[in-house]
């Protein structure tokens, strides 16, 4: 019973957090995904190409709505997140193809330093 109540808890959350909050917690969520991933040290595992598969996914929805017209953001952040979802979804769609452990780091660094942005911190 306490995992419903949990779970319930975790949907409220999520529903009424600020979408930057929600977006600062998905970032963070996939750079802990790929840090795990460089943690099994096995580039070809179900767990690496899960994580590699949700930071793909996570970043196409950046790139969709900084490209939506009807995005409230100013042109130029809009470019600035365009241009930065588009370089991580390169290197994740060559690290997809070819898994180099070592290549994950810049990944999790740009989801964390993007999260931290997001949140107001330093």
Request: aromatic share 6%; glycine share 2%; net charge neutral.
């Amino acid at each position: 019973m306490s995992n419903y109540g949990a779970s319930a808890y975790a949907r409220v959350a999520t529903t009424t957090a600020a979408p930057r909050d929600v977006e600062a917690q998905t970032l963070l969520k996939a750079a802990k995904n790929l840090q795990d991933a460089i943690d099994s040290a096995d580039p070809f595992s179900d767990q690496t190409m899960h994580a590699l598969l949700f930071n793909r996914k996570l970043w196409t929805i950046f790139l969709s709505e900084a490209m939506r017209e009807t995005n409230p953001q100013p042109l130029d952040v809009r470019q600035k997140i365009a241009n930065i979802s588009v370089f991580v979804l390169s290197q994740t769609a060559a690290l997809q193809m070819s898994p180099q452990l070592d290549h994950f780091r810049s990944l999790i660094e740009i989801n964390r330093n993007i999260a931290a942005g997001l949140s107001g911190r330093p």
